[in-house]
């Protein structure tokens, strides 16, 4: 008799364990956007992304600067996603945690009108 209340509860412990490991959430990812390509065009590298709700997306300066991202007006609180301040030096890096999904069009003030434009798909 011992040794089956033993093994129940062995067996309660391992199923418990089991539903605690699959009730845990992943945890978020962090995507890296290149502003500037390696082979120095002006474009952002990838210039589209899809990520999860909770992921966060971290833009790094490569080549030549300066270089900012400014979302879409469409967008909602593209204001206070935007980071305006121009990045300058090789490496420097902003990120945003994405919490709502949907289209985040953005562009880069200064290269604008070259298409240095991406996009963020929230899923």
Do not use: Q
Request: proline share 6%; hydrophobic share 45%; aromatic share 8%.
């Amino acid at each position: 008799m011992r040794k089956l209340g033993v093994l129940l509860g062995s067996l309660a412990v391992i199923l418990f364990g089991s539903i605690a490991l699959v009730a845990t959430p992943a945890l978020a990812d962090t995507v890296v956007v290149k502003m500037g390509t390696d082979s120095g065009m002006l474009a952002f590298e990838p210039a589209e992304v899809r990520i999860k709700v909770g992921d966060t997306v971290r833009w790094v300066n490569n080549k030549l600067a300066p270089h900012n991202v400014v979302f879409d007006s469409s967008v909602k609180n593209a204001d206070k996603l935007s980071h305006k301040a121009l990045a300058f030096a090789p490496g420097e890096s902003f990120e945003i945690k994405f919490t709502d999904p949907g289209v985040y069009p953005y562009y880069c003030e200064p290269h604008r009108g070259a298409g240095m434009i991406g996009k963020v798909i929230v899923e």
